[in-house]
């Protein structure tokens, strides 16, 4: 009986060629190997984790010997690498990793190797934790923090260890070399010894793999955990007790990176408080960190409920500045110039700061983008903003060389992601969201990747068939066109998905209160902030809809540079997908179509339901080439995105129908929910969360 069931377990395995999995492994799922002889003269843990990855994942010729040898080369880059057919060659151990790494992809993936040099884009490829030390995590949609669980609890366990190794593998198997391991709402405690000292042990868990631990600081620590009376930058006993404290942190964490700031953002406490500038704040940290090479991300989120539209902020307080920061501080600046919307127009910071060096901020975590329920590949929408035309030093000025050190003379170079990681045993929440976290590694690695590129690589990674036998070429074949072919267009289309569904045409942050999910064009609650309620950005009247941010508006364009302020100043040239976002438009504007503004809308409503709905489809066919658990969890969370999609498409369209007076066009499905209904449902869930 036993024999018969392992046979018949077998023949199953063979038949469908997949295992159950839990996502765990994340894109590094084991694989059958073959033997291989790795050399190095040199030896270091990272040496010793590049060698060992290669010995436990070759698969490319049986018995070959790989050579590992730290050379300098004027073409390499401090973590780039040379790849050859019999060696890994670079400056630096990291980069023998990174390259290690890199020949293991390309053999699992089925991609060719030539000699070739390979340096990254950004010295600084990071990892922002938006984790508190009570163990929750901000927007993080994944289970609690994998680093904190409590300061009544910092001691260190076995389980720490192995899954902060486990993290670390994956980071760097992508690239990504850096880490803040808390919130930018951080708490002061975190600089008190007892949680310094937890820092550490996983700074000594991610240094072997390359990577360097960062946090996020608190501006008025000085005063609320260090006993003084003020925290105004430019007192000498605030400055000597920053110094201190750095230095109490490199006696423990000897390649600390530094800090990144929120400060004067959301009630976050900041120089501002003592009258001081930005500029003020950031380089007293700076000179703090200086000594030891560190550096002070500061970042540019700002925003007050005046009369100032909040899209310009951000410029109005740190253009002035620009050229006040010391080496050592990078302005950290969100993709676009609002927050992280489905999509935005870049931040016009970036390009404009030309003696300042500016990092940009994304954010991995779908806060506004269906958060670990909605299947959304993000490596589209960060791939357009990279390309975006900046037009500050002409074109090609793109918004990756205005960052990536090629245009500006700048020391370093840097990008950030918002982490969507978390204790789940799939890291992410979404199987799909664990794309997100490969592919900001991959684009801040290389930010001339494409999309398509980086989905092709992860599916093959993480759904491909783990068998490389001869006898299982037949199901490759097949593999590739029915399962990898349209779950790859899938992929792609996701972004595009959702924002016709939730914001097309240049709308944005409609979502409904806090919780940054469901829609709520209407939420204005008596007293609310307007600059946190959705019509102070959709500005709907019976006229038309939109933000108008043209000189006779808020003048917002006029933040961009000469070419592109003028393209986008026009309703006629501006490109419609940022539409609403710069002008207040008749509901009968004729858009490029044809059709009017209004039927446009409802039709990109309509567009995007019926997108999430042959992703649904897509899903089901792709069944006999997943594993049970991670077919059914996807196809699960699939049937949620679709409903929720309809609600969107209902919800905004029966609102603006409001201010339109207009039919929805005959031709397109009717909503299948009414007003009334959707306002209840709402006000339901506002109230149940708070
Ligand atoms: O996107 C908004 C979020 C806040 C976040 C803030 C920020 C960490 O809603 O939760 O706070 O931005 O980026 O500082």
């Not at 993290?167 to 690239?175: E, I, M, P, T």
């Not at 030891?292 to 409920?305: K, L, Q, S, T």
């Amino acid at each position: 009986m036993i024999k018969l069931l392992t046979a018949l377990f077998a023949f199953v395995l063979l038949s469908t060629g997949v295992n159950a999995e839990d996502g765990h492994n994340l894109w590094l799922r084991a694989k059958s190997t073959i033997p291989v002889e790795v050399r190095c003269s040199k030896k270091s843990p990272t040496i010793n984790i590049a060698i060992n990855e290669l010995k436990n994942g070759w698969q490319g010729k049986a018995g070959q010997v790989i050579e590992l040898k730290i050379l300098k080369d004027k073409l390499l880059k401090e973590d780039g690498f040379r790849l050859r057919e019999n060696s890994i060659q670079a400056k630096t151990d990291a980069g023998l990793l990174y390259g290690a790494f890199e020949i293991l992809r390309r053999q699992q993936t089925g991609e060719s190797l030539t000699e070739e040099v390979i340096n990254p884009s950004y010295n600084l490829r990071l990892l922002n934790h938006w984790d508190n030390l009570d163990g929750s995590v901000e927007r993080g949609y994944a289970g609690r923090s994998i680093f904190w669980r409590g300061i009544d609890s910092l001691e260190v366990s076995a389980d720490d260890i192995n899954l902060w190794t486990e993290y670390a593998r994956a980071n760097a198997s992508v690239g990504i070399n850096a880490t803040v391991l808390n919130n930018v709402n951080a708490s002061p405690t975190v600089l008190t010894t007892p949680v310094l000292e937890r820092a550490k042990a996983v700074a000594d868990v991610l240094r072997p793999y390359g990577i360097k631990t960062y946090l996020a600081v608190n501006f008025a620590s000085p005063e609320v955990i260090g006993g003084l009376e003020t925290a105004d930058p430019l007192n000498p006993e605030v400055q000597a007790w920053w110094k201190e404290k750095v230095k109490e942190i490199y006696d423990l964490i000897p390649d600390f990176g530094g800090f990144l700031v929120k400060a004067n953002s959301e009630g976050q406490p900041g120089p501002q408080n003592f009258g001081r500038t930005h500029a003020d704040g950031a380089n007293m940290m700076a000179e703090a960190l200086e000594p030891y090479n560190g550096i002070v991300m500061w970042r540019a989120f700002v925003y007050d409920p005046s009369d100032e539209d909040r899209a310009k902020q951000a410029y109005n307080e740190f253009m002035p500045l620009d050229g006040q920061f010391h080496e050592n501080v990078i302005i950290q600046v969100k993709n676009g110039p609002i927050d992280f919307q489905p999509r935005e127009p870049f931040s016009p910071l970036f390009g404009a700061m030309k003696q300042t060096t500016v990092m940009p901020e994304l954010q991995v975590t779908m806060e506004y983008l269906g958060q670990s329920v909605h299947l959304v590949f993000l490596a589209p929408m960060w791939e357009e903003f990279l390309k975006s035309e900046t037009r500050q030093e002409g074109v090609g000025s793109t918004v990756a060389r205005c960052t990536d050190g090629s245009l500006f003379n700048q020391k370093y170079s840097a990008i950030a992601g918002v982490a969507n990681i978390g204790l789940d045993a799939n890291w992410c929440g979404h199987y799909f969201a664990q794309a997100n976290w490969y592919a900001f590694g991959r684009q801040a690695w290389n930010h001339s990747i494409t999309s398509a590129r980086i989905a092709d690589e992860w599916l093959k990674l993480t759904f491909g068939p783990q068998n490389s036998d001869e006898e299982t070429s037949a199901y490759d074949l097949e593999w590739n066109l029915s399962f990898l072919q349209p779950v790859k267009q899938m992929m792609l289309d996701s972004h595009e998905a959702t924002v016709n569904y939730m914001m097309p045409l240049g709308l944005h942050h409609i979502f409904s209160a806090h919780a940054h999910y469901g829609p709520g064009p209407w939420w204005a609650p008596d007293g609310m902030r307007p600059d946190w309620t959705p019509p102070y950005y959709h500005q709907a009247d019976s006229f038309g809809i939109g933000f108008d941010r043209t000189a006779s508006g808020s003048d917002a364009i006029s933040q961009y540079r000469g070419p592109l302020a003028s393209q986008l100043a026009d309703v006629n040239t501006c490109p419609e997908a940022f539409l609403l976002w710069f002008h207040h438009v008749s509901w009968d504007h004729k858009m490029k179509n044809g059709r009017t503004l209004w039927n446009e809308l409802c039709y990109r409503y309509d567009e995007g339901v019926k997108q999430v709905r042959e992703f649904q489809r897509i899903w089901d066919k792709a069944e006999r080439f997943v594993d049970a658990e991670r077919f059914a969890a996807i196809q699960y969370k699939l049937t949620k995105h679709s409903l929720d999609a309809q609600e969107w498409k209902d919800a905004c369209l029966l609102y603006f129908q409001q201010f339109s007076k207009q039919p929805i066009p005959y031709e397109l499905e009717r909503p299948l929910y009414n007003l009334d209904e959707l306002l209840e449902r709402d006000e339901q869930r506002v109230r149940q969360s708070e």
